[in-house]
């Protein structure tokens, strides 16, 4: 993504609110983390995945702050562990889950996990909406995403109308940015309802349809919330990304409030989405939005390094032992290469972090049998030690681990399921 910042300054557009950095809540030292990380789970061998639960408060009670009073729905697939969403869904200012996939969500609900479960995509899992439609319960409490018609033809498909529970709908808002007359494309290629006739086109034809009711509006600006405004080099680029967010924001923002004032006049919504960890501030700050969607934030890894609005503290990490020192400054430790999806690039790689100061060999990366380090906390490293690493992503961590163990100081307070160790694994 290139963008070219004009030498004049930007329309004034609506600022999000708290753009001051924040005070980041008092962390330790990285030499205190490895050593309480050590210590709660001397018990295990390594690989193993570890959760500090001081930091999870910390970005927890962060994002309630951020969202400024407005529900926080919780992206289960940034946590992928039954355990992790239960209790930030006990906390003041977190409500209802959007999930991955419609498996997920009639598992979360059967469970008794949650009653409020939007599926963040469309699907097209026919035992999976043959199931829904066929009960009062889980139809009732689950909302599925729509961003064309011939989703709820398969709908209809698998259960007739006549036959079948009303399906709850919501309908996703692509809020890419288009400039230059829409010959560019900035954000995620998701939705095709891209403009207010669009949207307004869908609703109608989801409202006089027997069988599904429209209670919500879904809109992401993933430009935004998923693009870091310090990237790694800043400068140029990091004054790139702000003005292009700045433009984007100005735009989407008077199209979305449009759009949801246009679709309210068809039916009654229950709710507007918005947003993710890396934009609450500017989301929150239109007042079309009734929620904010936020995860990754929770466990903070690599990819959320380099925003002005926050700084969460890194909760999530991983652990592989040291196998080898095949010379001075290098050691190799067994494993490792869990590598984040997306646009290949070094930021997708798994960072070193504990004992600080430890690097990838560009030449290998992280590998899927072994992985060499470099730097001088290298040498003080013996066979058997331990790395603590952190992922580029968040919820990806548990696809490679059936548990997370809880650390709180220096104790081991539990040791929960992930996903995969509840034998789910949903894509």
């Known amino acids: 993504m290139e963008i070219t910042v004009p030498d004049t300054p930007a329309p004034d557009v ?38 500090d639960m001081e930091a999870w408060d910390a970005n927890a009670a962060d994002l309630v702050r951020r969202a400024a009073g407005v529900p926080v729905r919780v992206a289960s697939k940034a946590l992928r562990s039954r355990t992790l ?42 035992r999976g909406l043959t199931r829904l439609a066929g009960d009062e319960d889980l139809a009732d409490k689950i909302t599925l995403m729509v961003d064309d018609v011939a989703q709820l033809d398969l709908v209809d498909a698998v259960a007739s109308a006549d036959d079948r529970a009303e399906v709850r709908v919501c309908l996703e808002l692509d809020l890419s940015w288009r400039p230059l007359g829409g010959r560019m494309r900035i954000g995620a290629k998701r939705s095709p309802l891209h403009t207010v006739d669009d949207i307004v086109r869908l609703a109608r034809a989801v409202e006089s349809r027997p069988g599904f009711r429209l209670v919500g509006i879904m809109g992401y600006e993933s430009q935004i919330a998923g693009v870091q405004d310090v990237p790694p080099g800043g400068g140029w680029r990091a004054r790139q990304i702000r003005y292009m967010q700045k433009r984007s924001w100005a735009e989407l923002a008077e199209r979305r409030a449009a759009a949801v004032e246009a679709v309210r006049q068809v039916a009654d919504l229950e709710f507007v989405n918005g947003g993710g960890s890396g934009s609450v501030e500017r989301t929150v700050s239109d007042p079309s939005v009734t929620e904010v969607t936020a995860g990754s934030g929770l466990l903070a890894p690599r990819l959320f390094d380099g925003y002005t609005s926050f700084s969460p503290r890194p909760a999530a990490f991983f652990a592989v032992p040291v196998v080898r020192r095949p010379g001075p400054g290098i050691v190799t430790v067994a494993g490792g290469g869990y590598v984040a999806s997306g646009a290949a690039g070094t930021d997708r790689l798994p960072v070193p972090w504990l004992p600080e100061g430890l690097r990838l060999d560009a030449a290998e990366g992280a590998g899927e049998a072994q992985t060499p380090l470099l730097g001088t906390p290298a040498d003080d490293l013996a066979i058997g030690d331990r790395v603590w690493f952190r992922h580029g992503k968040a919820g990806e961590l548990s696809e490679r681990f059936d548990s997370y163990y809880l650390v709180r100081g220096e104790r081991l307070v539990d040791t929960v399921a992930t996903y995969r160790g509840d034998g789910k694994t949903f894509l």
């Open 85 to 126: 969403l239960r209790d930030v869904l006990a906390r003041d200012g977190f409500h209802g889950v959007l999930a991955l996939t419609l498996s997920e969500a009639l598992w979360l609900v059967a469970t008794g996990l949650c009653e409020d479960v939007v599926v963040g995509y469309p699907s097209a899992d026919r």
């Open 14 to 51: 609506p600022q999000p609110p708290n753009q001051a950095q924040p005070t980041p809540p008092v962390a330790s030292s990285r030499a205190d983390l490895r050593h309480r990380l050590n210590t709660a789970t001397s018990g295990f061998e390594a690989p193993l995945a570890a959760v």
